[in-house]
């Protein structure tokens, strides 16, 4: 019987492919970064069917070891249970395929324990630029790993005076969010406005919450604790329970005597959890309760009223810290400054806003 000689297989190289297509390696190296503006179509074409023929992968190692990081962006954020956080990792992932790099995403759920471990093991894993989407008071945890070279970005929050170090950053302008919001409804004649949140430990809830209290004294309306429902300090941030914990807050906030005519959610879900609650007690959305959100997910537009809401640009915001990220990685000698990148926020008018109660 004679014995069937095993074939042998060699690992593809980034040679085989040039000369499969008929190009240099520093040709296909720029289709494989997503650096392939200055290429003709045909050329870029025929690279990636030579890849696809051939089974070419990159070694993520081999990467590493030539230029000290792996094309991965980590996203570290609260829960990709509030939708939001799925269309943040998305908008990420679009800009980063385009630089030929991927994402890596966990959830945090704001505990930054968790947070620390994640960016640890990312780092482990030569993982180089990670976004954070926790807006911390604090970020102290991530301070061993920014020494050691760690480049990173923070989304919704802006420098705080007890920072450590400085970092990037991109945000909207969450006071000025807080008083578009309040503003839109105390000219719909509201004077008594609720805000339901989960623990008011962020910077952009911080914020928020400032530009709630700025917007009523410009309108000379006094600032009334008992219309602020926050849930207690040991509870959830409200990522994963935002339309519950909305819910909630919206039932006792509106009854109170002398109770709120419109309410203001942290978040999206927080205000549709509000739908909810006005309901349960017997109030109709918006002729008897006006509720506005934060963020403007893919829910807002198809609840019914549909959700009036802060829009955040967040395909740009995040096409900016991916690229931002990506700079400073291929760039790590250039000591440039540190950049608050500052957005806008809009004012999305639907239908859960209306005239205040006669």
């Not at 019987?1 to 297509?21: G, H, P, W, Y």
């Not at 007890?162 to 302008?173: E, G, K, L, R, Y």
């Not at 963020?295 to 609840?303: H, N, Y």
Request: hydrophobic content about 40%; charged content about 20%.
């Amino acid at each position: 019987m004679v014995k069937e000689k095993k074939k042998s297989f060699r690992e593809v190289t980034i040679q085989d492919v040039a000369r499969l297509a008929g190009v240099s390696p520093s040709s296909v190296s720029n289709v494989l970064n997503g650096r392939f503006e200055r290429m003709g179509k045909e050329t870029v074409a025929r690279i990636q069917r030579a890849i696809k023929q051939l089974g070419y992968t990159p070694s993520l190692v081999a990467r590493q070891l030539k230029t000290g990081y792996v094309p991965i962006i980590g996203l570290i954020v609260p829960s990709v249970a509030n939708p939001f956080w799925g269309a943040f990792a998305s908008a990420a992932e679009e800009t980063a395929l385009r630089h030929g790099f991927r994402v890596l995403l966990c959830n945090s759920e704001r505990n930054l324990t968790r947070e620390q471990s994640y960016a640890e093991d990312m780092w482990a894993q030569g993982i180089r630029a990670i976004i954070f989407g926790s807006s911390s008071l604090s970020l102290t945890h991530l301070f061993s790993l920014v020494e050691r070279g760690l480049h990173t970005i923070t989304f919704d929050r802006h420098t705080q005076q007890d920072d450590s170090f400085d970092i990037d950053s991109v945000s909207i302008d969450n006071m000025l969010a807080g008083r578009l919001a309040t503003e839109h409804l105390i000219a719909l004649g509201h004077r008594r406005i609720g805000l339901l949140s989960g623990p008011i430990r962020t910077v952009s809830r911080i914020d928020r919450l400032r530009g709630y209290r700025a917007a009523l004294a410009n309108a000379g309306i006094p600032f009334d604790p008992h219309l602020i429902w926050e849930a207690a300090s040991d509870s959830p941030f409200g990522d994963i329970e935002g339309a519950a914990l909305g819910r909630m807050g919206a039932r006792e906030v509106l009854s109170q005597e002398n109770s709120a005519t419109a309410i203001i959610g942290i978040n999206d879900l927080y205000a549709l959890g509000a739908y909810a609650g006005a309901h349960d007690v017997g109030l109709s959305v918006p002729s008897a309760c006006s509720i506005i959100g934060f963020d403007d997910i893919m829910f807002a537009e198809i609840a019914q009223p549909p959700l009036t809401t802060i829009r955040q640009p967040l395909q740009e915001m995040l096409r900016v810290a991916v690229e931002c990220l990506i700079e400073r990685l291929e760039k790590a000698d250039d000591a440039r400054s540190v950049a608050h990148h500052s957005f806008p926020p809009e004012l999305i008018i639907r239908g859960s806003t209306g005239p205040a109660p006669t």
